[in-house]
């Protein structure tokens, strides 16, 4: 990191700046990966895997855990109910409340970009060793701990 004797801010050594950086050059990767072969924006692709790990939720709950403003969160799962790759049914428990569930065919899709996505984590990773690898979960945990909790 370039030593900054003023405290004034350097962008690039700037740790939001370089996260975020990061995980835009990352998406734009993964994107390559899916988003024209299978029509899947991130967006669509996050909320998938949300559902898939989590079914039956709302669209607000979805929204919190791909941490996305509501606005990309509602559009997104529009655009997969129009693909009709999500489904959303009223709760059977509250009638007020909608969860949201994959269809067969959002199912059928997530299966053929989990493992492009898996493996393009493994190459990722292939630079770190066991230990960087876990030091950097480790301190990913920390930082996502810290930010929920403040």
């Known amino acids: 990191m370039p030593e900054n004797k ?3 801010l350097i962008l690039e050594s ?22 024209e072969k299978f029509d899947i924006s991130p967006h669509e692709w996050r909320i998938l895997a949300n559902l898939t ?3 039956n939720i709302s669209a607000a709950e979805v929204g ?6 509501k606005v990309a969160v509602s559009r997104a799962i529009k655009n997969l109910c ?21 269809t067969e065919e959002g199912q059928d899709i997530y299966h053929k970009i989990e493992p492009l996505v898996v493996a ?25 701990t810290h930010v929920v909790g403040s």
């Open 6 to 8: 003023n405290n004034d």
């Open 14 to 35: 700037f740790l939001p700046y370089r996260l975020s950086y990061l995980s835009n050059l990352i998406s734009r990767e993964l994107a390559g990966l899916y988003s």
């Open 53 to 55: 790990r989590y079914p």
């Open 64 to 69: 919190e855990k791909v941490a996305m403003d």
């Open 82 to 102: 129009d693909m009709g790759l999500v489904h959303k049914i009223f709760s059977p428990e509250d009638r007020r409340r909608s969860v949201l569930n994959l």
């Open 120 to 144: 393009y984590e493994a190459s990722l990773l292939t630079i770190l060793d066991e230990t960087e690898t876990a030091q950097l979960d480790h301190l990913l945990n920390k930082l996502t």
